[in-house]
């Protein structure tokens, strides 16, 4: 079979299509004929090797598992001898390390029926970023109906799950984007929108009940700003390594103090939230947004664009052969480049 590998931390070009051989599953293993992966910022991070803490679990030198992807949708081809929740032919979604691969054998209680309204490509965009959206939200920031909610990076993978996510509990949403994304975030949902190119969301004087910033291109102080007395901020992503670690350790003494809640998102990946994900999705309360579509043998590019931080949704990789299905159901599908 065909996979992207990589022997050597770098730029894109140590990402390499090579013949490997197929899985086979084991026990409770399922083996996956791969329709569709997405990538994310975890790939390019791996891919780096970045930042240097990262190493201590994928390889200080070198990484020590050479598979890339995470995200998938497929069919199940082949069933371990212990699995009993999917039969052969069933349409699957989840998050497996090596999803750029034509097969990928996992674990049964990692996967998930996929949405009946979706195709493989908009399926293989959910588990990572919709999950994350979902843990922000609901497990850490306990969002709540009638809330205000601000989502900071509303236009990327994260953030265009987590500004519907959000209007699904019931919250008064402001998705903070870029100007060329106001109207596809307001397309998501938005109650407001502000452009971070002509407004600082920390400076305005508004304040909220809960921030989720995918971005984490702010400090403490002015998250402080921009919280309601009681309110919680959540950081998802972050751009340096000296801003994570201040979140982190900043973070847990400001809300020592009382009052308002800091938090570095570092809730583990699991598997339910593609249940809670599958049931929002199918009743349209979310809908993935496709920014790019790349063959296999481009994931180098797609990454390289992903890295750039252009993405407006999620960025797929094309793999098996059934892309025609809808991508999208009750939103005006955003152009794309592909």
């Excluded at 992503?237 to 998102?265: C, D, H, Q, V, W």
């Excluded at 063959?295 to 797929?316: I, T």
């Amino acid at each position: 079979m065909k996979a992207i590998i990589y022997e050597s931390y770098g730029p894109p070009e140590v990402l390499q299509l090579r013949e490997t051989e197929k899985p086979t599953p084991r026990g409770n293993e399922v083996l996956i004929r791969v329709q569709s992966a997405s990538a994310s910022a975890f790939d390019w991070h791996v891919m780096r090797g970045a930042p240097i803490l990262a190493r201590m679990t994928h390889g200080f030198l070198r990484p020590k598992d050479g598979r890339m992807g995470v995200d998938f949708a497929g069919r199940v081809e082949e069933l371990g001898k212990d699995v009993t929740r999917f039969r052969a032919g069933d349409e699957v979604y989840g998050e497996r390390r090596g999803s750029f691969a034509e097969y990928l054998t996992v674990p049964e209680d990692a996967l998930e029926l996929k949405p009946t309204n979706l195709s493989f490509d908009a399926a293989a965009t959910v588990p990572i970023s919709g999950i994350t959206a979902l843990q922000a939200l609901r497990d850490m920031g306990h969002v709540q109906p009638g809330q205000t909610v601000l989502i900071n990076g509303a236009a990327g993978g994260v953030g265009t799950f987590a500004v519907q996510i959000a209007k699904s509990f019931g919250a008064e949403v402001t998705g903070v984007c870029s100007t060329p994304n106001l109207e596809l975030v307001r397309s998501l949902g938005a109650d407001h929108v502000v452009d971070y190119t002509q407004t600082d969301f920390t400076k305005d004087g508004k304040r909220y009940d809960l921030i989720i910033d995918v971005v984490g291109n702010h400090t403490i102080p002015e998250y402080r700003r921009a919280l309601n007395p009681t309110g919680t901020c959540i950081v998802v992503g972050f751009t340096t390594m000296i801003g994570m670690l201040s979140i982190l350790l900043k973070g847990r003494i400001a809300s020592r103090a009382g009052g308002m809640t800091f938090a570095l998102k570092t809730q583990p990946i699991d598997s339910e939230g593609l249940v809670v994900l599958k049931s929002l999705i199918e009743s349209g309360k979310v809908v993935p947004v496709i920014d790019r579509r790349y063959p296999l043998r481009e994931v180098p590019e797609a990454v390289r664009y992903l890295e750039a931080k252009h993405a407006r949704g999620k960025v797929v990789i094309t793999i098996g052969t059934d892309h025609s299905a809808p991508d999208m159901v009750g939103l005006a599908r955003p152009p794309t480049a592909r």
